[in-house]
């Protein structure tokens, strides 16, 4: 069975950096990403990236200050976060099988969510 492991999430003052990190299991994939859902909105597309990690993706809310790397040997996706903002508050999803077509961004697997907190 296909499963996304998380971990990496917490508190972290404005300002501040974390690191999320997905392990995948069951098998490899070819995009990876990460979605958010914030308190009252529905999920937001972050970042992706494709097989090589030759091409990212990001959504422009996170653009320069997000970073999404991935390890193949380890079958492992990462989220670097950057002088965050108490509006990345969110509850943040890895994704694996991520798609695009037109604007929309979409995924056939996803892991349990873990909840990023900003304060001010």
């Known amino acids: 069975q296909v499963q996304l492991v998380e971990s990496g999430g917490g508190l972290v003052q404005a300002g501040g950096s974390l690191r999320l990190s997905c392990a995948a299991s069951?098998?490899?994939?070819?995009?990876y990403g990460w979605f958010r859902r914030a308190p009252g909105q529905g999920r937001e597309f972050v970042a992706a990236i494709s097989r090589s990690g030759g091409s990212t993706f990001y959504a422009d809310s996170v653009k320069g200050r997000f970073t999404i790397s991935r390890d193949n040997a380890k079958n492992t996706v990462y989220l670097q976060m950057n002088s965050l903002k108490p509006e990345d508050t969110a509850v943040y999803y890895c994704?694996?099988?991520?798609?695009?077509?037109?604007?929309?961004?979409?995924?056939?697997?996803w892991g349990q969510g873990t909840q990023v907190t900003v304060s001010s």
């Open positions: 994704a694996a099988g991520v798609s695009t077509f037109m604007r929309t961004w979409g995924s056939d697997y």
């Open positions: 069951g098998r490899t994939f070819s995009k």
